[in-house]
């Protein structure tokens, strides 16, 4: 059914149709919609799973790990300071394997205080061993989230999906909510083979040797690298089921392109406005949008880099002393790749500004005309 | 020959075990498992039970034992409640078992989160009045006089007044126990097992190595802690509260501190206050009824 939802809203319809059995939530702005939903809808009986008021993020992910290692589909939301402050957890729940899926709304962190988005909060995570998805449009937050139960239930590892605060989680756009069958149909009950057996008891986590958590981590390792190929053949089957198709990198009139540009969450929807701006002036404008950060899909991305292309990425975040995050990951994935593309970094919209079609031809231009300088990134401000 | 046992005689905790000689943490273990039976799920954060249930692939309880990080045994000992109901699941009893660091400091709010929502978990926090695994440092468990490696003088701090803090929650069962006297050990751990709603039990556990005495001591001390009245046997089950062990003429605080190498620091004038301290609470015990 076609309804007009806020990113949030289509976060929590996700959580009930994928029929979660434990949710654990603190709130935080921009994320407290999901939680606000997803308590309506515990109070009207709509949402029969277990909804637990937890008194903090760290003990949110720390409830879902319990109830994860007991064998129950799980869900918690976040921004910002409760995603830092879960940090912990977030590893544990990567190395004792477990299926948990959540939803991070993108926040900028402090100090000082700030509301409004950039992607800072999640890819700070990027070593904790979540896989993760930034998504574009309202839609996409649904169906990301029924594809990540999938994908964590197959994998074993836990799924973050990411959606820009306020720009998605606060604004209506329409949404095609599936009907519970087709989910039934695409998500089956979660049957968890590592639970907790009460007939069999375990020690789980327990200490072991630096030998055993080495095997440990290259299984989870191993398990991560094969996570592309696992999600692309999810994603193949939910475009067969719903008529929707997502991929690690989707690619915007990239063909004879000689620039591209590289985006993420949000934007990437405005910059297919740019692209097709600047082919309307006869331009070699593309874009690829990144959905997928972890796994990093590098050899995706290297097969748009054979033609001595130049890329220029758009990153809403900042890793101190280096560069955007995602400038950094795709020098690293095309590291080797004959011909050696340039790759331009620039820094746009932290803690909210806007990034407009504007900005976005203005970057694209600079990159094209080889105004910027690859080693160091360019930070932008939209003077308009 | 016919025997009616005072204590259950099936053992939960398997023979032979990793901990010092005369670990008070053990017998608290041992004790608890008799009293809560197989159908129980052990949640134990970082404390010396990290390293005495096993390290893998060993298990020594019997039961499962799920691991949990430091600040958080309370949260996922609800979560793991939440997700077996979630499964059909509602006979077992889930226990958070954390030592007094994971409790007083760093596992405090997440144990007053699941007290306050009235999570249907037991917790149980065996008190050896210090951070005994990272190898005896200061803990607001830690009462005051006590040397500890962070505290070579002596902690000049009163030991932090958990039960009252945990009580202002409202739980379902609060009670204390400590191995000395086992029989009342075990049957606060089958009471409370037996209870729905938020049940909270400290167990006060002797550490030779933390409070510097002979291995062979460690039944005498837990008994001189309840016999001077630094250590009351009680229980509150809803608003009825009980001193299980009356101890009709007290002995003095200074039979409980001589034996212990911790204590040396403290001096006269420390254990005159000490006392006096340990009579006045002793004289308001009957308030807490």
Redesign the interface.
Known sequence: MRKALMGNNAAAAAVKLARV??V?AYPITPQTQVVEALADMKASGEFP??F?????E???M???????????R?FTATSSQGLAYMH??LH?ASGARLPIVMADVNRALGAPWILWTDQTDSLSQRDTGWLQFYCSTNQEILDSLLIAYRAAEALLLPVMVNYDGFTLSHTYEPVDVPAQEAVDRFLPPLNYQY????AN?????????PK?YMRLRRRMAADMDRATVTVAAIEDEFARAFGRRYAAVEPYRTDDAETLLVVSGAPASTALEAVDRLRAEGLRAGSLRIRQFRPFPAAVLRAYAGRERRFVVVDRNFSMGHHGIFCEELKSALYGVKGRPKVFGTVAGLGGGDITVELLEEIWRDADAGRLDEREPLWMEDAR | MKVRLSIPEPEGLSAGHLACQGCGATLAMRYALKGLGP?T?L?IPACCW??L???????S?????????F??A??????????????G?AS?CVVAWAGDGGTFDIGL??L??AA??GEDILYVCYDNEAYMNTGIQRSGGTPAGAWTMTTPEGSALPKKDLDAIVEAHHPAYLATATPAYAEDMVRKFKKARGLTGFRFIRVLAPCPPGWKYEPEETVRLSRLAVQTGLFPLYEREGGAFRLNVPVAKRRPVTEFLSRQGRFRRLGADGETALQARVDAAWAALPGRT
């Open positions: 059995e434990v654990s799973g277990r637990v008021r937890v008194e903090s760290h003990s949110a720390a409830c879902l790990v319990g109830a994860a290692q007991a064998g129950a799980t912990e957890m544990w639970a907790l057996d009460l008891p375990r020690a789980f986590s327990a200490l072991p040797k055993e | 159908d799920v949640v990290t390293i249930a096993g390290p893998a692939p060993l298990l309880t019997g039961v499962n034992v799920v691991h949990s990080p600040p958080c309370a949260a996922v000992a609800a979560g793991v409640r939440h997700g077996l109901l979630a499964r699941k077992t709010q997440a007053s989160g306050e929502r």
